[in-house]
């Protein structure tokens, strides 16, 4: 009798001890943990890169379609871009008397600021949506837990590839859109607001330096590092079957924004601590 009547008590202590554990969660630990699993697989696929064999082909094939969709589209929205922010600059110093500053200052934010964001936004929404659309049809399809029962690690053989080619990209981009922004800024302030192309150029020259341009290539290359991991790990983790691809797929996007916004801002921040500014 008493073995009888210890056994429900048994199975009934332990639902009640997980219901109380689960009726008071601690908040932010999902986001937490989603955070660790991001960085992990971060650290995951820097050691991957150095491994052999390196998936070549896939690397060049991920490469072109990557490049193939944003190369267009990144011209045409570079373009605006410059002409907003010279216009915005050039009335700006009109109205505090320094029209020749008007180049240099234009052309160092298209340079230092709008071009990685251009390029970062547009491989996140282009080329990480596909990325992670891939990834997760394979994983409810269960062709990763296939690769990983053949010994075959989807880490190496899919994401790295993948990671790597946003991150070419965007530093090719990012010259790209250096050039048809300022391209699109001289235009713009030469004919709609009347400056001279010999004050433009010369405060360009009077105010621009290297560290400019490196600072650009490097945001370029982190952002897109940043946009392939995210994309990676959220094809990587759907929910829900096919429903949960599309869901995986909107978060990237957005999580990818916000991460680049906030490492562009400390990122700049520090380049301005570092590098002292050029002297007109």
């Known amino acids: 009798m008493t073995a009888t009547e210890e056994k429900p008590d048994t199975g009934t202590a332990a639902p009640k001890h997980r219901a109380r554990r689960g009726q008071h969660p601690v908040p932010g630990l999902g986001a937490l943990r989603q955070t660790g699993r991001l960085f992990a697989l971060a650290l995951e696929v820097g050691r ?15 490469f072109w379609f990557i490049a193939s969709v944003t190369i267009l589209p990144a011209a045409l929205v570079s373009i605006p871009f410059g002409a907003v922010i010279a216009l ?23 340079i230092q600021q709008a071009s990685p964001l251009i390029v970062a936004l547009l491989i996140a929404g282009a080329g990480g949506s596909a ?22 690690s989807p880490v190496q053989r899919l994401v790295v590839p993948r990671v790597l ?17 300022t391209l699109g800024g001289y235009f713009f302030n030469i004919i709609m607001q009347g400056g001279t192309p010999g004050a ?60 680049l916004f906030f490492v562009n801002m400390v990122m700049t921040g520090i380049y301005l601590q570092i590098v002292p500014p050029k002297g007109g």
């Not at 080619?165 to 859109?177: C, D, E, K, Q």
Request: some cysteine; hydrophobic content about 50%; charged content about 15%.
């Open 131 to 152: 990325i992670c659309a891939d990834l997760g049809s394979r994983k409810i399809r269960e062709e990763l837990d296939a690769m990983s029962v053949m010994g075959v």
């Open 200 to 259: 433009y150029l010369s405060s360009f020259s009077a105010l621009a330096q290297l560290p400019d341009l490196y600072i650009s290539e490097l945001k370029a290359l982190i952002f897109g590092f940043i946009a392939g991991i995210v994309a990676a790990y959220r094809g990587l983790n759907p929910r829900g079957g096919p429903k949960g691809v599309g869901d995986a797929v909107n978060q990237s996007v957005v999580i990818t924004f916000i991460l």
């Open 165 to 181: 080619a946003t991150m070419s990209v965007a530093v090719l981009l990012n010259g790209m859109v250096s050039v048809v922004g």
């Open 48 to 62: 991957a890169i150095f491994r052999r064999p390196f998936q070549f082909r896939e690397f060049i094939e991920q």
């Open 88 to 110: 915005q600059v050039g009335s700006l110093t009109q109205q505090l008397g320094a029209q020749s500053f008007t180049g240099g200052a234009s052309v160092l934010a298209v």
